[in-house]
């Protein structure tokens, strides 16, 4: 699956909300951007082979398919309108007075 992102509108540093696995995901997108080609060049400059190449197709497809999950999620997330207040915790749990 192809992510969205692009060139001009690379992946951000930071995993979005819901991300499959968000500790891969700077990997993932360090890894894209190594597999990018700078300026006009098409060809990678990492494994020589004309761009996109294959690395780059891979983690691209795992980029896209992370965003694709992070979207369900969001999608979840809003249907379900779980309140995100956390008033009900009381503050003196975790300082006890001794
Ligand atoms: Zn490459």
């Known amino acids: 699956m192809r992510s969205p992102y692009t060139l001009e509108q690379p992946p951000p540093s930071e995993p979005p909300d819901g991300v499959l696995s968000p500790s891969l995901w700077p990997v993932q997108v360090r890894w894209w951007r190594r597999h990018t080609p700078k300026g006009q060049a098409r060809i990678c400059a990492v494994c020589g082979q ?31 309108r779980v ?14 007075r001794v």
């Open 83 to 96: 309140p995100s207040s956390r008033s009900d915790i009381p503050a003196s749990v975790s300082s006890p």
């Open 50 to 80: 004309s761009w996109p190449c294959h690395s780059w197709a891979c983690w691209d497809g795992q980029i896209g398919e992370a965003v694709e999950a992070a979207k369900r999620h969001q999608a979840q997330t809003a249907s379900l």
